[in-house]
């Protein structure tokens, strides 16, 4: 998707993230500290759940438990409170594009500040990303174009770039988020960062 002339092709760390997984934002809150090398990889979680025939945790009988560990995490972390969007999880399909878009960039420092800024303002503020206006808000505060963003976000290149990337992901093994690949292991979960960083320093 991208030629980056600072990162290699077979760079051996990626951080697979989606912007309104919680356990998302706690993992890329502390991944700059633990795995500073990954290379971060914003995805369409919606669509990974279903090619993998699973849904969010928010949409089953454990959210109740779901919301309370994750506010209690937040808090260890430093991170809360929480202020969750009302609803929530819904459609990730527009901040997915978005950061598609972001990826088109010549590294991903650009893809490492939207997506903090747009988690930080789902979980932190309370506002919906299945909505175009937070999305754009997300990019007006790391300084992305309000115009070229919201072209994207209706793009046709950028649809179809989402498809690849979305298959591209689930073919690599990615079921949920957030996900660390270290050289090709698969670590799922906030609570296993620590794990993909020990790796990681294996290698």
Known sequence: MRDDPDVPDDVPVHFYFGAMSPYSWFAAERIERLLPEARWHGVFAGAVFKQNGRVSW????RRAAGLADCEERAAEHGLGPIQWPDPWPTNDLLVARAMIYCMHAEDDRLLRSFGLAAMRLTFLEGADLGEAENVLEAGR???IDERELSAALQDQQIKDALRADTDAVVAAGVFGVPTVSVAGELFWGDDR??????AARQL
């Open 141 to 143: 505060r790391v300084d």
């Open 58 to 61: 928010g949409l089953t009988d």
């Open 193 to 198: 960062l620590e794990q993909a960083a020990e």
